[in-house]
């Protein structure tokens, strides 16, 4: 289904452990409208896994998010931390701004000191059994998710 206007959602990813995950991150980007993912350290999306996303999707390369992040923030998004914190708040009564930059962490270490120092928000998705926390591909995808249930046109 087309949009009616551009995503304003940014995805922005730490160096991950594994290309597989920043690839199930890619494709899911790529479902839901997404067109800019900021990657760090010796990222590379495998196609087999990504799919078609890299046809629309813009994947950007850098060394370290917080100068990205320092920028994107002059242009006007805002920063929201997809980690669990003692002051995040739960994702589903979260209201998205429309220019958001989701920070999705590190699939053991979560998101830098330095990184959540970066960002306006912190949202966790509430989790109700063991482990206490999703794969960084799996809680990339319903954060993109429910950015998307709050502006489903675009």
């Given at each position: 289904m087309?949009?009616?206007?551009?995503?304003?959602?940014?995805?922005?990813?730490?160096?991950m452990r594994s290309n597989v995950n920043l690839s199930r991150i890619?494709?899911?980007?790529?479902?839901?409208?997404?067109?800019?993912?900021?990657?760090?350290?010796?990222?590379r999306l495998v196609?087999?896994?990504a799919r078609d996303a890299s046809e629309s999707l813009t994947v950007e390369i850098h060394r370290t998010l917080p100068p990205v992040l320092a920028r994107l923030r002059a242009e006007g998004h805002a920063l929201v931390a997809l980690e669990q914190t003692n002051d995040s708040q739960s994702l589903f009564e979260f209201a998205f701004p429309r220019k958001t930059v989701l920070v999705i962490g590190n699939?053991?270490?979560?998101?830098?000191p330095e990184v959540l120092r970066l960002v306006?928000?912190?949202?966790?998705?509430?989790?109700?059994?063991?482990?206490?926390?999703?794969?960084?591909?799996?809680?990339?995808?319903i954060g993109m998710y429910?950015?998307?249930?709050?502006?489903?046109?675009g």
């Open positions: 087309p949009l009616a206007r551009p995503r304003e959602l940014i995805v922005a990813c730490p160096p890619a494709r899911a980007a790529g479902c839901f409208g997404v067109t800019r993912l900021i990657a760090c350290g010796t990222a196609d087999k896994i699939e053991r270490l979560g998101i830098e306006d928000h912190s949202v966790e998705i509430p989790v109700y059994g063991s482990p206490d926390s999703h794969n960084a591909a799996t809680a990339a995808a429910e950015y998307c249930r709050r502006y489903p046109t």
